[in-house]
């Protein structure tokens, strides 16, 4: 589902965690016995491999229901279980909508007919027939048949309504256009049906990944001009999972609720479509001009319309029936500590053929069941139970993760070690996200794997690229990641929101999660959710003979094995302590500049300043009033920040000098203090509004979607002026991090014997 920027996350600044250059702590190189279990796993990776599983997976529409999708599942398992995994495959009955009928046509000033299936793409075989796809559209939106003005939004995002409003413009009776980019697509037509539109339509601009990027497909690997992004509108940042049964399994007997009911499902009709298309509508869009920055690649003025001068029909009829989704679940049973998981996944599902969202994920996950498979034929066992899991119905909203999640919360909670995710993989640089407990063992991993073009490792490519990200002046760079690149010491990776299957374990079960993958030189953006994302365009422009495939399975191998065969969970504390101190950083300096920036907005507002800098002739007003901000309570919330490093430095200190050397009695009572103590982060209140995202320090934003948002409830009641909120967040954010401390406080006593 998630589209990453790989190559960037955690490496070039949009990680936001300070990093720890010291190297103390019991993660990073393997012990010399484990070299060698690392060298048969990585001898058992290969990528002919999973080019062959990838051809056999992506040789047809795999959408949620289709015969494909199953089939899929059905292959995955029958894998599996020649390998020597114990493996089943565990099924749900999940609401998923598929559409009966579309329509889309301008009505005024002309009538034209617009939208449909893709067209077929000379050299790519499996465009040919799309008869068993679905045609482009969005899941979850709400069915309904409008007539209305068009009014271009821009991205659709909270900001961009209220420059609307500043020119006196109200969507209210209207169908808006948005375009893709900035915000998670199922926020675009929520905040339109929030602001009173009847219908949505989003577009997928070249500005974002069509011709602006690169050649279009087949030339290139970007959008061409017919590409149309599908997706799901479904509410997420409310709960992903089955709309119809909130925080339990959708199991075949659950109690479900009626779909009018479901808080996640939207209200109004929304489609997707292709630039050509919409193309035709912007160009005859009049009213006033629109802003500079809303402005895309399309050779057209972008006007924001409203006036009557172009009416829109948009109808849309969906099949709202129950279908059943087949997750795919693999064990192998450790020896040691057989009742401790280490749970990785990744989806099979897709939106048409899905080679590169999600299989090329879907393939390095099955190489590295394979090789580990071989491990346990030679007489391997890990200390740890590994679980290997196939995911359906992720494209839809994280349905297949979720349920499996609610289903089984009692037991994960009780077992679960960390959760390792994949899904699409491309070309280029290791990113990773996730807790940054586990941020050194991630930096380990990266010094240990080869990258394919350069003979480097994966690690001296993310520091050559921070250093000359930082000399050409490319994007944002955070000093403290250009330091650690420089002198050597770990990359700070980022922090999840949501977008793929790691949301229910890290969110609200509270198990530490990883998401990995390499990125940031294939095209694979380019055919997005569209039927162009093909085994053609994947081998082609996103990962040619898919050597960083096998690359991803031996970074998320060693992840695997690391985790499973080491004495104690491999974490170390003081990564996260300074991340979380940097988070309270961040809100105390967004709490300052917005009380500056209500002073100034006052004061601008009583000088007149707004009327007298607007062109007369193009109006624009002032903004709203908002309440002042005020100060917020924070110093409990600095005090459980300061104690949490005070226990974290004296932790790694304390295992780095003794941990070696437990005798087995402290050693199973160290690992029992552990290996749940990322869930002592969980309020079981929830956020404001959104009970199921219990996590205090690791949330989607409410308006970013995929994007995250850290010490959540206090910085979003910031951010959206809910003041009473950040005060009420301040202090439970600062009573988690207070018992997380605590428990950090009791693991050193259990190591010292003090």
């Known amino acids: 589902m998630k589209k990453l920027g790989l190559a960037l996350a955690g490496v070039c600044g949009i990680a936001l965690a300070q990093a720890t250059v010291a190297q103390s702590g019991q993660s990073g190189p393997a012990p010399q016995g484990d070299r060698a279990v690392e060298a048969a796993f990585d001898a058992g990776i290969s990528s002919q491999d999973q080019l062959d599983w990838l051809r056999t997976m992506s040789s047809a529409p795999n959408h949620v229901g289709s015969p494909h999708d199953k089939a899929n599942a059905e292959f995955m398992l029958a894998r599996f279980k020649e390998w020597g995994w114990d493996a089943h495959i565990e099924t749900f009955q999940v609401l998923y909508p598929t559409p009966i009928s579309t329509t889309v046509e301008m009505v005024a000033p002309e009538k034209i007919t617009l939208g449909g299936q893709e067209s077929a793409v000379p050299g790519d075989d499996s465009t040919t027939d799309l008869s068993n796809a679905l045609p482009p559209y969005v899941a979850f939106q709400g069915d309904g ?32 256009i948005a375009r893709y980019g900035v915000g998670w697509r199922g926020l675009k037509p929520k905040l339109a049906q929030d602001h009173g539109a009847i219908g949505c339509i989003i577009y997928s601009d070249p500005a974002q990944d069509g011709y602006n990027d690169s050649d279009t497909y087949p030339r290139g690997g970007a959008r061409p001009p017919e590409g149309v992004q599908r997706g799901s509108v479904v509410d997420m940042t409310t709960y992903p999972g089955d709309p119809l049964t909130p925080g339990i399994g959708a199991s075949a007997g659950a109690k479900r609720l009626g779909r009018a009911d479901a808080s996640t499902i939207l209200k109004i009709p ?23 920055s809303w402005h895309g690649s399309l050779p057209l003025a972008y006007h924001i319309g409203g006036d009557g001068a172009v009416k829109v029909h948009l109808a849309v009829k969906s099949d709202w029936s129950l279908k059943t989704i087949y997750d795919v679940i693999a064990m192998l049973k450790g020896t040691e500590h057989p009742d401790e998981w280490v749970v990785r996944g990744n989806h099979h599902d897709g939106w048409v053929f899905g080679a590169s969202d999600p299989l090329s994920g879907n ?47 009692a037991e994960l909670k009780a077992k679960g070690v960390i959760y390792i995710n994949t899904d699409n993989n491309g070309r280029g640089l290791l990113g990773v996200e996730g807790s940054h407990d586990f941020q050194h063992l991630v930096n380990g991993v990266a010094a240990d794997v080869i990258d394919p073009e350069t003979g480097a490792t994966v690690a001296q490519r993310q520091r050559a690229a921070i250093r000359v990200g ?35 374990y890290l969110q609200h079960l509270g198990l530490p999660a990883l998401n990995v993958g390499f ?9 997005y959710h569209s039927a162009y994302d093909s085994f053609h365009h994947m081998t082609t422009f996103d990962d040619p003979g898919l050597r960083y495939g096998a690359a991803l399975s031996k970074t998320v191998g060693r992840l695997v094995l690391r985790v499973a065969d080491a004495d104690t969970p491999p974490m170390r504390f003081g990564d996260f302590a300074d991340t979380i101190a940097t988070y309270l950083s961040e809100v105390k300096k967004l709490a300052d500049d917005r009380r500056a920036e209500d002073r ?38 600095e005090d459980a920040v300061d104690r949490v490093k005070a226990a974290a430095t004296a932790y790694d200190s304390a295992y780095a000098d003794k941990g070696g050397k ?22 079981e209140r929830g956020l404001p509004g959104r009970p199921w995202y219990r996590n ?20 979003e009641a910031i951010e959206e002026r809910r003041f009473d909120d950040a005060n009420v967040y301040a202090g439970r954010t600062a009573k988690v991090l207070d018992a997380y401390a605590a428990r950090l406080e009791a693991a050193t006593r259990t190591i010292t014997g003090k």
């Open 363 to 409: 393939v390095a996950m099955l190489s590295e069941a394979k090789s580990l498979g071989a491990l346990w034929a030679s007489g391997w066992r890990p200390k740890r139970t590994i679980v290997y899991t196939g995911w359906d119905a992720e494209e839809p909203g994280l349905l297949g993760s979720t349920e499996w999640a609610e289903q089984h919360a």
């Open 270 to 292: 929304v489609l997707s479509m292709s630039y050509g298309d919409a193309t035709k509508l912007l160009s005859r869009l009049g009213g006033p001009v629109s802003p500079a």
């Open 470 to 504: 930082a000399f050409d002046k490319t994007g944002r760079m955070n000093p403290a990641t250009l330091a650690a690149a420089e002198k050597g010491g770990d990359l700070p990776i980022g922090p999840l929101g949501s977008g793929s299957d790691y949301s229910a």
């Open 600 to 637: 100034l907005r006052e004061k601008l507002t009583a000088d007149d300043a707004f009327r007298l800098a607007s062109d007369p002739l193009k109006p624009v007003g002032g903004p709203a009033a908002l309440t002042p901000t005020p100060h917020i309570e924070l110093a409990a919330l």
């Open 662 to 683: 437990l005798d087995p009695a402290a050693r199973v009572k160290l690992n029992a203090q552990l290996r749940d103590i990322d869930q002592l982060l969980l309020d």
């Open 519 to 527: 990125g940031g030189e294939d095209e694979a953006g380019g055919v």
């Open 696 to 715: 205090l320090v690791y949330a989607p934003g409410r308006f970013t979607g995929y994007g995250a948002k850290t010490l959540p409830g206090v910085r």
């Open 145 to 176: 048949d409008v007539t209305a003005d068009l009014v271009y939004v821009n991205f659709g995002m909270p900001e961009d309504y209220d420059a609307l409003a500043r020119r006196g413009i109200n969507v209210k009776g209207k169908i808006v």
